[in-house]
C-alpha cells in the first residue's frame, strides 16, 4: 500500500525567510496531495492541494511543486509569519482513495 | 454551518471501560472517517464510511467499532479500553470519497477528542 515520508519533524525559521516541507510517497497511482495545517488544539485544515496532472500551484504565499517521476512533493511558505507556526501534514491519496498522512513538520516562525 | 462537530472533548477511562466517540457532520457530505493521531505518527486511519450504510476498516481497527447512524452521524466505540488506546481521535467528512465520484476529495475534519486510558 501507500507509504508517505515527511521531514523535517520539525522545522524553525526567522519571520520573513522561506520555509519548505518535502514529502515522498511510494505509490505511482496515488493522484491527489493535500497539504493540511494543524494549529494547537484543532483538527486539521487543508490549506493546499494538487493533482497529478499539474506540477505547480500557488495561493498567496504557499505553493505546492509535484515531481510524479521522483515521486515527492514540496510544500513552500515565503515571507513567513508567526501565525504560520503550526504542524503541517502532507497526504496522498491512494489507489482506494483513502488518504496516507506523513508524520508531520512542526514549523516554528520566530518574531 | 457548524461542520463536523465532535463530543466529548475529553475523556479519561480506566482499562477495560467502554465508551462511544460521537461525530456529527452538517455539509451533507457522503463521506467519513475516523482517525487517530498520535505523537510522531501523523493522522492513522481506523474506519471510515463511503455511504450511508457502508463502513470499512482502515490501518488500525483492531480494538474499535464503528455505526454510520445516518448520513450526518458517525460513532466510534471502544468497547473495552486498553492504554495503547490513549490517544487524539478525529472525525472527517468529505462530499466525495473511496469508491464514490463526488465533486470534491476534500476531508474536513472535527475539533478532535483526547483520550486517555489508564
Known amino acids: 500500500g501507500e507509504n508517505v515520508e515527511q521531514h523535517p519533524s520539525t522545522l524553525s525559521v526567522q519571520e520573513g525567510d522561506s520555509a519548505v516541507i518535502k514529502c515522498t510517497y511510494s505509490d505511482s497511482a496515488s493522484n491527489y496531495f493535500p497539504w493540511y495545517k494543524q494549529e494547537l488544539g484543532k483538527g486539521p485544515q487543508l490549506i493546499i492541494d494538487?493533482?497529478?496532472?499539474?506540477g505547480e500551484k500557488k495561493d498567496q504565499r504557499i505553493a505546492v511543486t509535484l515531481n510524479k517521476t521522483a515521486k515527492h512533493f514540496s510544500l513552500h511558505i515565503t515571507e513567513t509569519q508567526p501565525e504560520d507556526s503550526a504542524v503541517y501534514f502532507c497526504a496522498a491519496r491512494d489507489s482506494s482513495y483513502k488518504l496516507i498522512f506523513g508524520s508531520g513538520t512542526r514549523l516554528l516562525v520566530r518574531p | 454551518n457548524a461542520g463536523v462537530t465532535q463530543t466529548p472533548k475529553f475523556q479519561v477511562l480506566k482499562t477495560g471501560q467502554s465508551m462511544t466517540l460521537q461525530c456529527a457532520q452538517d455539509?451533507?457530505?457522503?463521506?467519513m472517517y475516523w482517525y487517530r493521531q498520535d505523537p510522531g505518527m501523523g493522522l492513522r486511519l481506523i474506519y471510515y464510511s463511503a455511504s450511508e450504510g457502508t463502513t470499512d476498516k482502515g490501518e488500525v481497527p483492531n480494538g474499535y467499532n464503528v455505526s454510520r447512524l445516518n448520513k450526518r452521524e458517525f460513532s466510534l466505540r471502544l468497547e473495552s479500553a486498553a492504554p495503547s488506546q490513549t490517544s487524539v481521535y478525529f472525525c472527517a467528512s468529505s462530499e466525495g470519497g473511496p469508491g464514490l465520484a463526488g465533486a470534491s476529495y476534500e476531508q474536513y475534519f472535527g475539533p478532535g477528542t483526547r483520550l486517555t486510558v489508564t
Open positions: 494538487i493533482r497529478s496532472n499539474v
Open positions: 455539509m451533507n457530505h457522503n463521506s
